[in-house]
């Protein structure tokens, strides 16, 4: 993994997300994927984990995020990118400057990229992740909870939160 991750060997596929009416396409999801030599395709669930245990996830994150923001510039201006942020992600403000540099580079307009947050992610380190999360969306990139009802899922917290949009698990 981490030879790979070394190599920029971890590619990125999208899922399409659609307006909740099924009319248009606003958004694709990047997902990281690997493709280890000898063992093929291994779930994100697996070596995201492996990539966090091993302290090497910030990098697979960066990497995930410059692609995500390449490829989105070749798309038609209306559709989005989302990029999920490992808990790690946001143990520092280091994620604020890779964010806000790659943004610089790729030219893509910060409201096109949306920056996707596991709930628990949000109750490990609340006021950590508080804080760099609302200067991510000072900079105008969208913020969104992704599983949602799956951990804590209290709705009286979420007005609390600087986030944009909650995916309902």
């Not at 390449?70 to 280091?94: A, F, G």
């Amino acid at each position: 993994l981490r030879a790979a991750v070394d190599a920029g060997d971890i590619s990125v596929a999208y899922q399409p997300m659609f307006k909740p009416d099924g009319s248009a396409l606003e958004c694709c999801e990047a997902l990281a994927r690997w493709t280890h030599p000898e063992k093929g395709a291994i779930p994100p669930n697996v070596f995201i984990q492996v990539a966090e245990e091993m302290g090497i996830v910030y990098e697979i994150t960066r990497q995930v995020i410059k692609k995500a923001c390449r490829d989105c510039m070749t798309w038609p201006e209306h559709i989005s990118i989302s990029v999920n942020l490992s808990v790690q992600d946001l143990r520092n403000e280091l994620i604020i400057d890779t964010v806000t540099s790659v943004l610089a580079e790729t030219g893509l307009a910060p409201g096109r990229l949306h920056l996707e947050v596991t709930e628990s992610s949000l109750i490990e380190e609340l006021s950590t992740v508080r804080l760099i999360l609302e200067q991510l969306r000072g900079y105008g990139i969208t913020v969104a909870i992704d599983d949602f009802g799956t951990g804590f899922s209290s709705l009286s917290y979420l007005d609390t939160l600087p986030v944009d949009v909650v995916k309902i698990d």
